[in-house]
Every structure is written in C-alpha cells, then in structure tokens.
C-alpha cells in the first residue's frame, strides 16, 4: 500500500523507556506497530535529541528490531540543513512523543488514533485522550 504521509517518532520515552545516553527497555508494542504503520506505507522519521554515538546506537537498535527510517532527524533522506535559509521545523505530517499533550496514550492507542484519524479533544481543562472520546451521534435533517 502506498503513502504519502510522513511520523516523525520519539526515540527516548517514546519507542523507549526513557535511560537517555542508555538505551530502555522497548515500550510495549513500539516496533509492531511502527513494523505496521511502515509496511501500510507511512514513512517513518526518526526525530530525537539524540547525536553522535548515542544517535548511531539508536539507530542501530532500531534496526535490530525490523525498523529502518525514511530519514533521521532531518524530513527526508539527504537533507542538508541550513540554518540561514530553513527552519528546524521538521516535515512531518504527524509526531509521536512522550510529550504529547495529555501525555503517551500508547503504542495500540497511537495505531488506532492514525488509522481513525482521531484527534484529541479538550473538554474543559482535560485533555481527553483516544481511549476517553466518545463518539458523539451527529443530529440534523439527514442523519
């Protein structure tokens, strides 16, 4: 299956446990789900504060686990950043992190927010998260 769009995904506290320089122990369904989201066709990017070594090890790590990026930290494969001429903002059409608002939902809540095209909600100070939306029955003339 073809797509076009871009994750850009969190390596520390997000496909892991957070033991930044170490690498933690695989967060509970990371790579199957990120395995799936690549072979429907997502392009994947990973975009962390990892560089040098500890970049290299996660990249590796990943790899081990079946998961080889579009691109890392950078929104394409090749990419020369600029700074006079760019902004560091990344080119992604969607971003994983454990600092999300409303915190990590999960790697089965994170599949199925993608695939529904959920998004989450604010309902007063609460930022409802995938596992709390209700489906709310539309009212008017032809439904």
Known sequence: MLNNKKIAVDFDGTIVDDAYPAIGKTKTFAFETLRRLQAEGYRLILWTYRHGKTLDEAVEFCKSNGIEFYAINSSFEGEVFDS????????????????????????????????????????????????????????????
Request: glycine share 10%; charged share 40%.
């Open 84 to 143: 006079e001429n760019q902004s560091r903002k990344l080119d992604a059409d969607w971003f994983i992190d454990d600092r999300n608002l409303g915190g990590f939902p999960g790697w089965g809540e994170i599949y199925n927010i993608i695939q529904d095209r959920i998004e989450f909600r604010v309902e007063g100070k609460e930022v409802l998260a995938y596992s709390k939306l209700k489906k709310e029955k539309k009212k008017g003339l032809f439904w």
